[in-house]
């Protein structure tokens, strides 16, 4: 793995999502049954290479992906009955999903990498009161 690639992309998350508390390797902080050790809202990231393709001169075509699991602890109500501003800070966690988004589409580490390109988001079902979601983006390189 790239080391340098992975500190790359934590570095851009910390500084263009200034609302995310811990950007962090996903190292199962999560998955805790006690309180996570992680500050709220969170951003664990783990990278992998799902596919490598040989090409000439003992070089590999790589197919990096970034999963990131974004954590929130809501507590405040999102019902349409909530007053607005209770629904603001609860919802709040969709901002920051989509600033999460502007920094990593098209993202291509001072031309390092291809351009960054979101797979997919789902929320996780969680019964620990914790709103988290599982965010895909993938990009290559040569290696």
Not at 5 to 22: M, Y
Not at 41 to 51: G, H, I, N, T
Not at 120 to 133: F, I, M, N, Q, W
Request: hydrophobic share 40%; aromatic share 10%.
């Amino acid at each position: 793995m790239e080391k340098e690639l992975f500190i790359a992309l934590c570095d851009l998350l910390k500084s263009k999502v200034p609302g995310l508390q811990w950007v962090d390797a996903d190292q199962g902080q999560l998955n805790v049954s006690e309180r996570p050790p992680v500050a709220f809202p969170c951003c664990l990231v783990e990278m992998s290479y799902p596919q490598c393709e040989n090409h000439t001169a003992g070089t590999q075509r790589v197919r990096v992906r970034f999963q990131l699991r974004v954590a929130f602890n809501v507590s405040a109500p999102t019902n349409a009955s909530a007053p607005i501003e209770v629904r603001e800070k609860a919802l709040a966690q969709y901002d920051t999903l989509q600033r999460i988004h502007k920094a990593l589409q098209w993202w291509s580490y001072d031309r390092k990498i291809n351009p960054t390109m979101r797979v997919s988001v789902a929320p996780e079902s969680r019964s620990d009161g914790l709103k988290v979601y599982r965010a895909i983006y993938e990009s290559a390189f040569m290696d």
